[in-house]
T-cell receptor, first 111, second 116 residues
């Protein structure tokens, strides 16, 4: 089982749609969680950190369920510019606070 | 502008010809790391450095070397490249490695390497 698993997609949605991605992680000792966005052939960039209480940044909402070991990202009112790959990233802790990256979920927002 | 700079951005080379990919950050970050990204495998860590003169292996270190003589620079060395090292490489840095809020990585733009 992969340490961090994501549905690779692609998710093809129309503009204005609401779309949700889930990510599961296997290490129950994982300490912190993030969503990164990666545009085609570009570097990943931090989208948002994920807190236990859930957090929202504009159209984006991230939630963490420690009991079930999954993280979610909800995007409301999708824009064409949201088209990208979304990477789930988990800090599995330990002396070096190692990050494990999921393989990403591809979102394509259609006009 | 705060950034991580990698060079070269694109390189085609032949098997066995030593090459170095440079990485430099101007944010006084302690932690630096190299990743490779391959289709279906995601980002995998090659080597990382917690600070000057402190480096350690990641998940896929075979065939690579690194050094951290200065805080800002973290070059990746391929002593004898092979075709299975054809990949997209990213250097990244973060302020520090410790603590739950520390792992916010800033990535370089990537270096696409092809080994023939």
């Amino acid at each position: 089982r992969k340490e961090v698993e994501q549905d690779p997609g692609p998710f093809n949605v129309p503009e204005g749609a609401t779309v949700a991605f889930n990510c599961t992680y296997s290490n129950s000792a994982s300490q912190s969680f993030f969503w990164y966005r990666q545009d085609c052939r570009k570097e990943p960039k931090l989208l948002m950190s994920v807190y236990s209480s859930g957090n929202e940044d504009g159209r984006f909402t991230a939630q963490l369920n420690r009991a079930s070991q999954y993280i979610s990202l909800l995007i409301r009112d999708s824009k064409l510019s949201d088209s990208a790959t979304y990477l789930c990233v988990v800090n599995v802790g330990g002396a070096t606070n190692k990050l494990i990256f999921g393989t990403g979920t591809l979102l394509a927002v259609q006009p | 502008e705060a950034q991580v700079t990698q060079n070269p951005r694109y390189l085609i080379t032949v098997t066995g010809k030593k090459l170095t990919v440079t990485c430099s950050q101007n944010m006084n970050h302690e932690y630096m790391s190299w990743y490779r990204q391959d289709p279906g495998l995601g980002l995998r860590q090659i080597y990382y450095s917690m600070n000057v003169e402190v480096t350690d292996k990641g998940d896929v270190p075979e065939g690579y070397k690194v050094s951290r003589k200065e805080k800002r620079n973290f070059p990746l060395i391929l002593e004898s490249p092979s075709p299975n090292q054809t990949s997209l490489y990213f250097c990244a840095s973060s302020l520090w490695a410790g603590g739950a809020g520390a792992n916010v990585l800033t990535f370089g733009a990537g270096s696409r390497l092809t080994v023939l």
